[in-house]
Nanobody, 119 residues
């Protein structure tokens, strides 16, 4: 069972930046596509960004041009650089193995990291 530990969230004003990190356990990290997901109160969890094993990236339309996903296989870590943050980016952010265009591989999630963007 893979475990995920997210960090880097916080309170930031609109227009600000944050960098999220997610450390994954296990020896198969480099073999899996990874994704960042978020869930706002009263809303379903959604894929924000994904990165393949080869480094190909995909983004939700709402974050294109503002967020950048990256990975470091040597550290079993995936990152999310978030710039030009908006109040609607407020949510708890999670990482997981990415499956298909919007799905995830494990139903056991980490604790997530809270991102709050004030207007």
């Amino acid at each position: 069972q893979v475990q995920f530990v997210e960090s880097g969230g916080g309170l930031v004003q609109a227009g600000g930046s944050l960098r999220l990190s997610c450390a994954a356990s296990g020896s198969t990290f480099r073999l899996n596509a990874m994704g960042w997901y978020r869930q706002a109160p009263g809303k379903q969890r959604e894929l924000v960004a994904g990165i393949s094993t080869g480094g190909s990236k995909n983004y939700a339309d709402s974050v294109k041009g503002r967020f950048t996903i990256s990975r470091d296989n040597a550290k079993n870590t995936v990152y999310l650089q978030m710039n030009s943050l908006k109040p609607e980016d407020t949510a708890v952010y999670y990482c997981n193995v990415a499956v298909g265009p919007t799905g995830w591989g494990y139903d056991s999630w980490g604790q997530g990291t809270q991102v709050t963007v004030s207007s």
